[in-house]
C-alpha cells in the first residue's frame, strides 16, 4: 500500500537551511530542469524541485540509526550507510516529487531522475564531511546546538522559544527531538568546516575587473542556416535500407508486455457516507493542524522573468547573465512595461504570457526569492535573485496577507477529512474481507453485488502507461503485470479508493512486423540521412569561408540568406534569432576581428549553422566601478564553491568507500 507522509510544510524547513548546496543539485535538479524545460512547465515548478531535494536531503540525510537488519548500500571508511536507511531517504523523496507533480509524475520522468544515485552521492559527501570535521575537532557544541534551534522562528511564541510548538512540530512531521537535533548538530558542524575552509579564499579586483570585461562586451555575428527539412527532396531511402534497420532494431521495435486487468474498487468516499464525527475530534484535529492546513500565508501575485544560467556555466557566462538581469531590472523600474520585458528577454515559457504566474505563495519558494518577493510592495520589481535555474526577476502585482481560518470556518473541511480518514478504514476492512473471499474462490462480480462496490476492466497497457481512472499508483501496476491467471494482487492504497484486482488477460512482448512499422522507419530514415546532409553542407562550406572570409559571398554563390543576430553578450548561450547552442565552449563566443571564425559549426534543434564575426562593443566599465562590490561578493561566491568541490573530491579520492551495488539495486 502507498503511505502517507505527513509533513508540517516547507517553512519550517526554509529557516534552518538556506545554505546548503550540494552535488544533489548537479545530478538531480539539473537533469529535472531540463526536463521542465522540453515540457514547457512554469518556473515555480522549476524552483520547487529545487527546494524539495535540497530540503529533502538536509532533513533527512543524516547519520540515523536504521531500525532493524539490513543489508549495507555504502561503507564510508568503515561507518555504514544501511539498506533500511537509504530506503527511507529514497521514499520519502519520490513521495515529495508524487506530491508535487499530482498525476503527471511518470516511471520513466522518475527514471530520468537518477535519484538514487545522486542520495548516495549527496549522503556520501555528508558523511566525509563529518568525519573530517570531527578529525579537526570542529563538532558543533550543545550550546551552538541549542542556540540555533532557538532562533529558529517556527518554534518561537511572541518572539522567544517555545517548548510546546517545538514538540507539536517535530511530531507533526514524525520527528523526534533526538532525531532533530542530531541532523541539526550535523548541519552545524559541517557549516563551521566549510567556515574555515573558506578563510583562505581570497580573489583580487583585477581578476574580477578582467572577467567583467570580456563577460560583458557584446557581439554581432553574421549566420547562415541550414534546416535539415530542406535537404529532404535530397534523400533516398531503399528497401535495403529499411530492412537492415529493422534487422538491426527489432529490439527496440519489440511491443512491451501488456494486459488487461479486472479489479474491485473500495472508493474512500463511499465507506464515508455513513460515518459520524464527533465535536471533540473536529477540535482536538483543529487544534493540532490549525498552524498549518488552516493558516494561510502571505501571499503575492507576480510576473516573471528568468535569466536563465545554464548548467555547466563557467564564471563568466554567469556573470554575464547577471548582468543582463541587472539590466532588465534597470529598464522595468525605469517605467518600460513589465510584461513586454517578459516576452522578450524572459528564457522561461511563461514569457508567452508575458511572465504572469499568478498567486504565489510565502515559504513556497526557496529562501532567497521568497524573501525577495514578499519584502516588496505592490507594483515592486525585485533586484535579480539568483536560484539553480539561473537569475529571477519579479514583479509583485497585488498581496494577500496571511490568516488563520477560525474553528467554525474550518469545521466543515475538517469533518470532511475526518469522514474520509474513517471511510479508508472501513473500506480497507471490507478489500481485505473480499481479498480472503477470492483466494478461496469466490468471484469478483459476485463480491461486488455483497459489498456494493463496483467492478471494472481496465484497457490494455504497459509498463510505463497511467491509466486516467487509477491515476498514478505505481503498485497497481507493478502488481498487474506480475499477476499470473488466478492470481489476486494484495490490497493496494491508491488517491481515492483501495484496489484488489486479478488478471484478465495477457499479451507477451512481440515483434512487429516489417510492414506494421515500415512507414515511421522510413521517416526516422529520411529525417536523419537530411540532417547528416545539412551538417555536411555546412561543414563544406566552413572550410570554404576559412580560406576566403567572405561570408557574404559565401552565401551569395550558394543561394542562401545571410542573416546577422544582433547585439547579444559574448557569454550568452541564447542567441537572438537561434535560439540556445548547448555545445558552445566555455565562455561563450570567443570571436572577434582577429579571429572572425569559428573552429566548428553549431546546432539548435533540426537545423544547422554557420557564424562568422561581425561587430563587437565593449563592456560598460562605469558601471563596474558602480556594481565593484556586488561583484567581488560574487566572485569570492564563486570561487569558494570552486574550492569546496576540489575539497570533497580530496576527500573522496583518499577515502575507503565500498558500494554494494547488489542492496542498491534491489531498492
Known sequence: MQTRDCCIGNSI?????????????????????????????????????????????????GNNPSSGPAQDVVEIN??????????????????????????????????????????????????????????LGLTATDDELMNSIAQIPEFQANGRFNKERYLQLLRANRMTPAQFEHEQRNQLTIQRLYGV?????????????????????KINLNFVRFPAKAFLSEVKVTEDDVKKFYE?????????????????????????????????????????????????????????????????ADPRQKKAAQARAERIVEEARGGKDFAALAQKESDDPSS????????????????????????????????????????????????KEERTQT?????????????????????????????????????????????????????????????????????????????????????????????????KARKEPTIPPLEAVRANIEKGLRESKAYELAVQKANALLE?????????KLARENGMTLEETGWFARSSSKLPKVGELNDLPPGGFALSAQKPLPEKIFVHKDEVFLFAFKDSQGADMERFEKEKDTLM????????????????????AKAKIQIHTAALEEI
Not at 259 to 278: D, I, K, W
Open 13 to 61: 524547513f526554509l529557516s534552518w537551511k538556506q545554505s546548503r548546496k550540494s552535488n544533489l543539485q548537479r545530478k538531480v535538479l539539473l537533469p529535472m530542469l531540463d526536463i521542465l524545460r522540453k515540457k514547457k512547465r512554469s518556473w515555480i515548478i522549476t524552483i520547487l524541485l529545487g527546494l524539495i531535494i535540497i530540503v529533502f536531503i538536509a532533513f533527512y540525510g
Open 544 to 552: 570554404k569561408l576559412k580560406k576566403d572570409r567572405d561570408m557574404t
Open 407 to 503: 474553528l467554525q470556518e474550518a469545521t466543515q473541511e475538517i469533518k470532511r477529512i475526518l469522514k474520509v480518514e474513517k471511510g479508508k478504514r472501513e473500506a480497507v476492512k471490507a478489500a481485505d474481507r473480499d481479498r480472503e473471499k477470492a483466494l478461496s474462490g469466490v468471484p469478483l462480480e459476485k463480491l461486488a453485488k455483497e459489498s456494493s462496490v463496483p467492478i471494472n476492466t481496465t484497457t490494455w497497457f504497459s509498463s510505463g502507461e497511467v491509466l486516467p481512472e487509477i491515476g498514478q499508483v505505481q503498485e497497481f501496476y507493478r502488481s498487474a503485470l506480475s499477476l499470473r491467471e488466478k492470481e489476486f494482487s494484495p490490497v493496494i492504497e491508491g488517491t481515492n479508493a483501495y484496489y484488489l484486482l486479478t488478471l
Open 352 to 399: 508567452d504570457k508575458g511572465g504572469e504566474i499568478g498567486w504565489l505563495t510565502q515559504g513556497q519558494m526557496p529562501p532567497a526569492l521568497d524573501q525577495a518577493v514578499f519584502a516588496l510592495g505592490k507594483g515592486d520589481v525585485s533586484r535579480p535573485v539568483e536560484t539553480p535555474a539561473g537569475f529571477n526577476i519579479v514583479k509583485v502585482e497585488d498581496t
Open 78 to 135: 568503515g561507518e555504514v550507510i544501511s539498506q533500511t536507511e537509504f530506503i527511507q531517504h529514497y521514499q520519502r523523496a519520490v513521495e515529495r516529487y508524487r506530491e508535487l507533480f499530482k498525476g503527471s509524475l511518470t516511471p520513466e520522468l522518475l527514471k530520468s531522475l537518477n535519484l538514487k544515485g545522486a542520495l548516495l552521492e549527496e549522503l556520501i559527501d555528508t558523511r566525509l564531511a563529518l568525519q573530517e570535521a570531527r578529525r
Open 248 to 312: 538491426r532494431s527489432k529490439e527496440s521495435l519489440k511491443e512491451p508486455l501488456k494486459v488487461q486487468a479486472e479489479y474491485l474498487s473500495y472508493p474512500f468516499e463511499q465507506f464515508s457516507t455513513n460515518v459520524q464525527v464527533g465535536d471533540k475530534e473536529i477540535e482536538d484535529y483543529y487544534q493540532i493542524s490549525r498552524t498549518t492546513k488552516f493558516h494561510s500565508p502571505k501571499q503575492a501575485k507576480v510576473r516573471y522573468i528568468l535569466v536563465r544560467v545554464p548548467p555547466d
Open 633 to 652: 561578493k560574487q566572485a569570492l561566491n564563486e570561487s569558494r564553491q570552486r574550492m569546496l568541490q576540489k575539497f570533497k573530491d580530496g576527500l573522496k
Open 197 to 217: 575552509l573558506f578563510e583562505g579564499v581570497h580573489i583580487t579586483e583585477t581578476e574580477v575587473r578582467n572577467r567583467y570585461q570580456f563577460d560583458q562586451e
